[in-house]
Nanobody, 124 residues
Framework: QVQLVESGGGLVQAGGSLRLSCAASGRTFSAYTMGWFRQAPGKEREFVAAMIWSGASTDYADSVKGRFTISRDNAKNTVYLQMNSLKPEDTAVYYC?????????????????WGQGTQVTVSS
């Protein structure tokens, strides 16, 4: 079992930055692929970014490439999402997730554990 707790959300103006953190506890954190997803009101949960256990491979949604960066610190059991040049369309609840795989995966169905989410609101 893995428990995930997100933090770092908030209200920011367009063009601003936020860094989300996700603290993991439970099973061996380093054995999991970690991902970030988001869900806006009335929309399905969508993939944002993912990183394999070693950090050697990452993937991003086209909508955030060049603006968001995922990173992880296995010693601290924490994964981060640095979000720069934020846009109003980035407004959503952001979720951290863990997948029992060594590969990059981008579907919600591949992820076994989820955090409770943190709200990000970008004002225009």
């Amino acid at each position: 079992q893995v428990q995930l707790v997100e933090s770092g959300g908030g209200l920011v103006q367009a063009g601003g930055s936020l860094r989300l953190s996700c603290a993991a506890s439970g099973r061996t954190f380093s054995a999991y692929t970690m991902g970030w997803f988001r869900q806006a009101p009335g929309k399905e949960r969508e993939f944002v970014a993912a990183m394999i256990w070693s950090g050697a491979s990452t993937d991003y949604a086209d909508s955030v490439k060049g603006r968001f960066t995922i990173s992880r610190d296995n010693a601290k059991n924490t994964v981060y999402l640095q979000m720069n040049s934020l846009k109003p369309e980035d407004t959503a609840v952001y979720y951290c997730a863990a997948a029992r795989t060594l590969m990059i995966v981008t579907s919600t169905y591949n992820y076994n554990y989820w955090g409770q989410g943190t709200q990000v609101t970008v004002s225009s």
